[in-house]
């Protein structure tokens, strides 16, 4: 008796562990608010009926008939009645909240309710998650009972077809990705400086024109001196096409919010119409990127033009939404434009950022006259805010709160968490982006509910949306690489509840998910897998060294010798220091198989490696991850730029002063610096390196007074004849003010500093 009770008693327990483990693994994403697993499943097959217990669901039901056909080679009935034994069946159901389903799979049916079209196809796509990632005629699903509804209305992802263009057939896959997460906003950003990309009947050099580029920069926009390619380059949709998109969005139940960009980044349509700006051009579509000053004039004759492209563009968009950009547009031409000056006077209009609002605002009525709504980057703020406006808030989280306070829905894209033309990983061997760093788990930490806003304040927030920005995006390819999987996670904050988020839960789920994203073919990217180190002072002995990786399961396994890791290579399993120079390799595995990218790592060891170091001035809070032991850590800071391991100064420079520990026969000195001008960074004006036994007495053994960085090196070194001393000063000062003509002049300019080693 009491054995039997035990067997029982352990096979519960071990059943309640095979539940939990499954619940965790059933790669579903965005998480569903409610799931339960039960035993067995179902088996879709060749004789598998599928049901539309409603008319109105037949539509979203034939999709799902079209996905299996398309990706497992089987075409099944799908047909208009109540539900059959062993049939999969969906329905509309009016009690339900709109975006609501439930999917109820057990080993007799498989069954989809819905609140409205949008709640049928969200279950159709949970379950095209549950379907094997791999081709085969017995689809064998497993048993859950889901009731799920969205936390967000405004779930959206963002593309740039200016900068690069992508086809219909791309836009349309991209479109696809959305769908398999149940994102139902597509953000279109047709026009910038770069290209314009939508017919408009009315202006036929918008197309012809404005549409291509003589050029292209190679490289990144920070490189001097710029280069270019002289591809004539481009590409439009026609309005067809347009319909057509919009067509395959609908079916998918995404609106496409098209984004026509005013007043500023309008250069490739004042290459056409150049009448519609400030000053007489000519204008040529822009072959760089950044931001250009010619920007549209306000003038009649550019509202007559404006209102006519929106006339047609709010025909070819059902979506109640047009985006009218609104962003970085410089205001230099206003300035010296004595029709502007005119115009402002007349208007009672105290600045240029009160011009841009008259802009804004006078664009705002006439799309209300044409029944839409407006929505712009948060710059339509400044100056006033247009009634009614939508704010997409991306210079991070305080427009998003000021327009909510000011009671105007809101999205929330700000770039620490929604840009995903970032890095997403600090490989040497990631391909080319704009900037930035933006891993996955940072995407998931994403909180677009800020929380100094009041309950009622936070009901204006809409939701969220990735943006794809593409000046270094050249094709699909990288497109899929730089999106998958952060839409993913950008789609479990949208849709989520708060509460139910968990990185870890994430990661195990997409790292199952992603056979099915291998199975479609699509680049994703592997950096969620990515080993990371943090190093600590160890005394005398150099430092410790720490492998950290945000993917919850699996081994760290490395070599120190040069060699890559292999699953026979030692288990990382705790911190350990280590006292001279050393090349460490790193990967994670999960069982035999290495998950993500090799990561190495050199850590450098001088006298000055790990010693105590005073800072007589604090870096800028924002470019001070570590502190002064940034400079000692044996870590250079990593290129390129992304604000890890670099201290950055702005109001005062580096005074840095290192304890040897004890006296040391030294002759040289290196500080690392950057340059970057487009980012304000400068190499410091001057670097000076004193000396002292007893840290009061200090000497200079050497001072430069320019800096000139290679391109193939970083580094300002100071040698000197060798000196017994126990105490090092480097001294290097900022720059000063930007000179005009680069970009933040007449700002301060910055220094960014990182390791000192001294020998
Ligand atoms: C800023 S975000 C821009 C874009 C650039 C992007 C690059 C915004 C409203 N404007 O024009 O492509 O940065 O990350």
């Known amino acids: 008796m009491k054995k039997i009770f035990f067997t029982i008693a352990l096979s519960l327990v071990v059943t309640t562990l095979v539940m939990a483990q499954k619940q965790i693994n059933l790669p579903l994403i965005p998480l569903p608010q409610k799931l339960e697993i039960g035993q067995g499943g179902f088996e879709i097959n060749e004789s598998t009926v599928l049901y539309s217990e409603s008319e109105d669901a037949i539509n979203d039901l034939n999709f799902l008939q079209a996905y299996i056909t398309d990706h497992y080679g089987i075409t099944l009935k799908s047909t208009i009645g109540a539900k059959q034994k062993k049939s999969v069946s969906v329905k509309r159901n009016a009690t ?303 427009g998003g709160v000021q327009a909510a306070k000011l009671k105007h829905d809101v999205v929330m894209t700000p770039t620490a968490y929604c840009y995903f033309d970032y890095y997403q990983s600090t490989s040497p061997s990631e391909p080319l982006a704009i900037g930035g760093y933006l891993p996955l788990s940072m995407v998931y930490k994403f909180e677009p509910v800020a929380d100094v806003l009041s309950a009622d304040e936070a009901k204006y927030i809409l939701g969220t949306q990735g943006n794809l920005w593409t000046e270094y995006i050249g094709d699909f390819k990288k497109v899929e690489y730089m999106t998958m999987p952060r839409m993913a996670a950008l789609a479990e904050v949208a849709w989520t509840a708060k509460e139910r988020k968990d990185y870890s839960s994430f990661a195990s789920r997409l790292s199952s998910h992603t056979k099915l994203l291998s199975f479609l073919n699509i680049n994703y990217s592997k950096a969620f897998y990515d080993i990371s180190t943090r190093v600590t002072p160890n005394g005398d002995r150099g430092i410790n060294v720490e492998l950290l990786c945000a993917y919850p399961n699996g081994q760290i396994r490395y070599t120190t010798n040069m060699t890559e890791p292999n699953s026979s290579s030692p288990i990382y399993d705790k911190k350990f220091s280590y006292d001279q120079s050393m090349m460490l390799k790193a990967a994670l595995f999960e069982g035999p198989q290495m998950k993500g990218n090799v990561f190495s790592q050199r850590y450098l060891v001088n006298y000055a490696t790990g010693k105590e170091i005073v800072l007589q001035d604090q870096p800028d809070p924002e470019y001070n991850k570590g502190g002064g032991f940034t400079l000692v850590n044996g870590i250079l800071g990593n290129l390129p730029w992304n604000g890890n391991d670099w201290l950055g100064f702005q109001k005062t420079g580096l005074n840095a002063t290192i304890d040897l520990g004890m006296a040391r026969g030294i002759s040289q000195v290196t500080l690392d610096v950057l340059s970057d001008s487009v980012s304000w960074i400068y190499p410091p004006s001057s670097m000076e390196v004193l000396v002292s036994e007893n840290n009061i007495d200090f000497t200079s053994v050497g001072k430069l007074d320019s800096i000139a960085i290679r391109k193939s090196g970083r580094q300002a070194t100071i040698k000197f004849s060798k000196k017994e001393v126990r105490f090092v000063k480097v001294i290097a000062t900022t720059a000063g003010k930007i000179q005009a003509g680069a970009p933040g002049a007449g700002n301060d300019s910055w220094i960014m500093v990182d390791e000192i080693s001294v020998n």
């Open 96 to 398: 339900m909240k709109p975006d609501a389903y439930t999917l109820r799979i057990d080993s007799m049916s498989v069954r989809i309710e819905g609140g409205s079209g949008a709640g049928v196809f969200y279950g159709i796509q949970t379950l095209i998650q549950l379907l094997p990632a791999g081709k085969t005629t017995k689809l064998h699903v497993a048993s859950v009972n889901i009731e799920d509804e969205p936390r967000f209305s405004w779930r959206g992802m963002h593309l740039d077809v200016s900068r690069h263009f992508f086809t219909v057939k791309e836009v349309k896959k991209y479109l696809d990705y959305l769908a398999m997460y149940k994102l139902n906003t597509f953000h279109w950003h047709l026009t910038d400086d770069q290209g314009w990309r939508i017919e408009i009947k009315k202006y036929p050099k918008l197309t012809s024109i404005s549409a291509y580029r003589k050029g292209t920069l190679i490289g990144h926009y920070s490189e001097t001196p710029e280069r270019y390619d002289t591809i004539q380059y481009g590409g439009f949709y026609t309005q067809d096409e347009i319909r057509d998109v919009v067509a395959y969005a609908s079916a998918r139940h995404i609106t496409v919010v098209p984004e026509i960009e005013m007043p500023g980044h309008a250069l490739a349509a004042l290459a056409a119409y150049p009448m519609l700006a400030c000053t007489s051009g000519p204008f040529e579509v822009g072959r760089s990127w950044g931001v250009f000053k010619d920007v549209f004039c306000p003038l009649d004759v550019t509202f007559n033009f404006l209102e006519d492209v929106l006339t047609e563009v709010t025909d070819l968009f059902p979506g109640k939404y047009i985006h009218i950009g609104g962003d970085e547009c410089p205001k230099d031409r206003w300035k010296e434009s004595p029709f502007c000056q005119e115009l402002m006077k007349r208007n009672g209009l105290k600045d240029e950022h009160e011009l841009q609002s008259y802009f804004v605002q006078r664009i705002g009525k006439f799309l209300q006259t044409k029944n839409k709504k407006m929505i712009g980057w948060d710059e339509i703020l400044e100056g006033g805010i247009a009634e009614d406006a939508t704010i997409m808030s991306w210079r991070g989280y305080s």
